[in-house]
């Protein structure tokens, strides 16, 4: 009896395979609806949500730099814009070091402009290694005068009845040149890659910009005694004085250059 309902399960097994493989589906089916059920929210794709402590960061960061992405651009007007960059003097008061008493008579004044081209090469290596150049635009000028604490006893001579008068004037001379910062300027440098770095060290900058400084002073006052201003400012200084004597009732004015 027992081997005869052993073989009828077995045939009915065999006979009707199929409930237990749909059986199966659903069991499968339902599994998989339970496990979607219990997954929390936020989930895509299996992949899990990010913690509030780093997207709460990355939020507020986002934020603050969109805020002040609009305040550089001026799109919140009521709000200073956090780049904004204010000059501050810091300087320390003038302190006056000494007066000098000045006796020439400053009859002419020549303007000047020189464009400098100082380089600095390294004998063997190009200048894109090592080496400078820089191109400065240099104005100045130079100041021609007749001095005339110069004059002695016997520099000028008044005839009796005061109406003529003759005078005795040094001849013309000129001052040093004078650098005009506001209208000079460095117009390119070039530096090597050795002297790039070296800037990170040193205020090689500023040294070059004093040289040529230097340079342009030096090279206005060679171009200024090619020019006529001593006799300029000695024609002048015949002038004012003429006028000068002229207006105290001289008639008769005479001015000699020695």
């Known amino acids: ?16 395979p199929t409930p237990r493989a749909e059986d199966g589906t659903r069991e499968l089916r339902r599994a998989r609806d339970d496990r979607d059920d219990r997954e929390p929210l936020g989930r895509t794709g299996g992949g899990r949500r990010v913690p509030w402590y780093l997207s709460l960061p990355i939020t507020l960061a986002v934020v603050f730099a969109l805020f002040l992405g609009m305040a550089n651009l001026g799109w919140l007007p009521g709000i200073p814009n956090p780049f904004a960059e204010k ?13 000098q008493n000045m006796s020439r008579y400053n009859a002419a004044t020549g303007n000047f402009q020189v464009i400098v081209d100082l380089a600095n090469e390294a004998k063997f290596l190009p200048s894109a290694i090592l080496g ?9 000028t130079v100041e021609a005068y007749v001095d005339l604490g110069k004059l002695g006893p016997d520099s000028v001579k ?13 001849h013309g001379q ?5 650098l005009d910062v506001k209208n000079s300027y460095m117009y390119s440098q070039e530096r090597g890659l050795f002297d790039r770095l070296g800037d990170l060290f040193s205020s090689s900058t500023s040294d070059d910009q004093h040289k040529v400084e230097l340079l342009a002073v030096e090279k206005i006052d060679k171009a200024a005694k090619d020019t006529e201003l001593p006799k300029t ?17 001289f008639t008769s ?3 000699d250059v020695v």
């Open 1 to 16: 009896m027992k081997g005869l309902g052993k073989s009828r399960a077995g045939r009915a097994d065999d006979e009707d």
């Open 132 to 140: 400078t150049r820089s191109l400065y635009v240099g104005a100045g």
């Open 253 to 255: 004015v005479t001015i």
């Open 174 to 178: 000129l001052a040093g040149a004078s």
């Open 87 to 99: 000059t501050v003097d810091r300087s320390q008061p003038v302190v006056l070091k000494s007066i």
């Open 233 to 249: 400012a000695e024609n002048n200084t015949k002038a004012m004085l003429s006028g000068l004597l002229g207006s105290l009732g």
């Open 158 to 170: 008044v005839s009796e009845d005061r109406r003529t008068v003759t005078i005795t004037i040094p």
